[in-house]
């Protein structure tokens, strides 16, 4: 059965306030009955121990005197008498305080009922019988009368106390509940909301510093993380679509022209040009999925052992001859002995590609150095240049994808370069650090030695 | 020089695209179009290569290539993928392909690497002379050295393995991505002219002092050296 949640916390509420009155009501019914059990039964114990002490050292001439004075303090709850062998009382004011007894005679103590002399109604005794020597008996004993009233007060206090221990137990429930459901309402309603599209709210604390507000902490904390990334989100499609939209538009206008041309040979040119707009526009692409895949980790199957002064002399030589055409120099700084390093060897040749291009296009005519060096426990890759460098302050939009620092966003390219390399920095554990190369840039990746471990 | 090829690709338009182009090159193409018959066909039958897209249904592309090799068949084969990222195309080679061409592709880049497929297979089967001889030049690739016309050209040790690759494939057009792959095994696209400026590079020593031209571009596809065959 499926039963709202309010409902079942009070239900449980009011139940466990009943068992834990229950518990104690019973303690003390059972306590206090035992007690006055007890209590009666050694006082007519003694009592009777009394006159038993006075006929043994006397005669029953004596035991009748000491009744008329034991009868004379007029205890109303003390009965005295001494009964003939079938357990008649005995008349004469000297032989007790008791009409009739409800049992044959029997030695010994026992609960039962009597009537008292004078009266018309029975009444709850507890009392001892002794056989005397003529065949009499002698019966001392105690109404329960007082107990019993104590006794039923203290029933009905108690079944009281239980009624009210009920009802308080459903009002804790309900009040309970509601404060729980009232908690648990702002949670979802913030939900719903969010559900809704409006990302913006947030649950409310109660400043009570209780699992509810840690709840509602850990919730706002991860809807700021999920609205961030989401903001991410947004930018990198509008600016996907900026980024699109100018090859796109000059790959229109260059196949409008080639319909267009009456001759061949231009005709040829204008569709060249074609392919190459259609080639950006793929590595555009291309290059946004790499960013995806690397920031999903899913390259890390791939990673291998490689040596890092390997690599990067290798890109050394592979650029040598374009920095050779840009007229610049590319000067090699690897140290012998760095540590190995296990990584990506195409996404890190990939990434120190798009640094040195990054270089050449934004710091034209400045000296390039690249470099692989150990610095503690990490491992530094990358380009430094002499160029106009990067502004600490525009640093952060420079990692940014799409991102491009000089307004001309219409220059080949897309802003995709350092996002890219800074995913592959986070592929490996590590970070792209952009410094100042005073003057210049330095920008690199930061690899912690024994990467991908 | 008709060579039997095996295409294993679900998408109609660039099946009949294939189909045609390489026909009129002179291959026989037999086509499927699931994963499971491609396979069965492969296993059954002797094919000089098989081109193999990775999403095919019934089978997937990299689960065929799998299958084939552990059934020993030795058959080069090309991978065709819209899985454009650095990590797909090693994850492609890695599990036995011979070669992987990112969609789109260009019709001249596929032929490209069909036929220096084809042509490896067939170096595989004649253990010739180890000289590699196109036109006047002559490279030997055990001592690495390189002449022209009887005239030493020294080479560094880049250029020489650019120019050992052209010449396995003389008279056939390489593209710069082949190039990239094979000379510098890097599997993305530079975004630069880095593959062109190493090619003049090598141009000019092979050239320089000669008026026969021998390393040539071939517009909206690659490069080729010697005439073509």
């Known amino acids: ?453 | 020089m008709g060579r039997k090829i095996l295409l294993v690709e679900d998408d109609r338009e660039t099946a009949d695209y294939l189909i045609r182009g390489l026909g009129e090159e002179g291959h026989n193409v037999e086509h499927v179009g699931d994963g499971r018959e491609g396979l069965f066909l492969a296993t059954g039958q002797s094919f000089d290569l098989v081109i193999l897209d990775r999403m095919v249904p019934a089978l997937d592309g990299l689960s065929v290539l799998k299958a084939l090799r552990a059934a020993g068949v030795e058959t080069p084969v090309l991978i065709l993928s819209a899985l454009a990222s650095v990590s797909d195309r090693i994850e492609g080679l890695e599990s036995g392909s011979d070669d992987y061409l990112v969609k789109p592709f260009s019709f001249a880049e596929l032929l490209a690497r069909v036929n220096a497929l084809l042509r490896r297979s067939e170096a595989r089967a004649s253990a010739a002379d180890p000289r590699l001889i196109v036109g006047d030049l002559e490279i030997d690739p055990l001592a690495r050295t390189v002449k022209r016309a009887g005239r030493p050209i020294e080479l560094k040790p880049r250029e020489y393995k650019l120019l050992e690759y052209f010449a396995r494939n003389k008279g056939r057009v390489v593209t710069r991505t082949m190039l990239l792959e094979q000379v510098w095994d890097y599997h993305f696209d530079p975004g630069t002219n880095v593959i062109d400026v190493h090619v003049s590079r090598l141009r000019r020593k092979l050239e320089d002092g000669f008026d026969e031209p021998i390393l040539h571009t071939v517009r909206g596809a690659g490069y080729r050296l010697g005439q073509s065959g």
């Open chain 1, 1 to 453: 059965m499926r039963l709202p949640t309010g409902l079942k916390v009070a239900l449980l509420a009011a139940l466990l306030t009943l068992a834990a009155n229950l518990a104690v009501v019973g303690f003390i019914r059972w306590q206090t009955y035992d007690d006055s059990a007890a209590r009666i039964h050694r006082e007519v114990i003694e009592e009777a121990a009394v006159l038993e002490a006075v006929y043994a050292t006397g005669d029953e001439a004596a035991l009748r005197r000491a009744i008329t004075d034991i009868l004379a303090v007029r205890d109303p709850h003390y009965f005295a008498a001494i009964l003939d062998p079938s357990g008649r009382p005995e008349a004469g004011p000297e032989a007790g305080n008791v009409a009739a007894i409800g049992r044959r005679p029997a030695p010994g103590y026992r609960i039962g009922r009597l009537r008292p002399r004078g009266a018309h109604a029975s009444v709850d005794a507890a009392y001892t019988l002794r056989r005397l020597d003529g065949g009499d008996w002698l019966l001392s004993g105690r109404s329960f009368g007082q107990r019993l009233a104590f006794e039923q007060t203290l029933e009905r206090a108690l079944l009281l106390a239980l009624a009210i221990a009920v009802l308080l137990g459903l009002g804790a429930g309900y009040v309970l509940a509601r404060y729980v459901n009232r908690r648990v309402r702002d949670i979802a309603t913030v939900a719903d909301r969010i559900g809704d599209g409006d990302m913006t709210h947030r649950v409310p604390l109660s400043g009570g510093d209780d699992a509810f507000d840690g709840l509602a902490r850990q919730i706002n904390r991860m809807l700021d993380r999920i609205g961030a990334l989401m903001e991410e989100l947004r930018l990198l499609t509008d600016c996907l679509a900026h980024d699109l939209r100018s090859p796109l538009g000059r790959l229109r206008a260059r196949v409008d022209a080639a319909l267009a041309a009456g001759d061949e040979a231009r005709r040829d040119a204008l569709l060249a040009g074609v392919t190459q707009e259609a080639d950006s526009l793929m590595r555009i692409l291309t290059t946004v999925l790499e960013i995806g895949r690397a920031e999903a980790m899913t390259p890390r199957a791939q990673f291998a052992p490689l040596d890092p002064g390997d690599l990067v002399a290798e890109l050394a030589e592979m650029y040598e001859p374009i920095v050779e055409e840009a007229g610049v120099t590319l000067r090699l700084d690897r140290p012998a002995g760095l540590p190995p390093l296990v990584g990506h060897r195409q996404l890190l040749a990939q990434a120190l590609t798009n640094l040195l291009d990054n270089a050449l296009a934004y710091a034209p005519g400045a000296d390039l150095a690249l470099f692989a060096r150990a610095e503690g426990e990490t491992l530094r890759l990358g380009v430094a240049d002499r160029g106009p460098g990067i502004a600490p302050e525009d640093r952060a939009e420079a990692r940014r994808q799409f991102g491009r620092l000089n307004a001309a966003r219409s220059t080949a390219g897309a802003g995709l370069g350092l996002a890219l390399v800074e995913a592959v920095a986070h592929l490996h554990r590590g970070q792209l650090a952009l410094e100042d190369n005073c003057p210049g840039l330095v920008a690199a990746l930061v690899l912690p030695t024994g990467a991908g471990g």
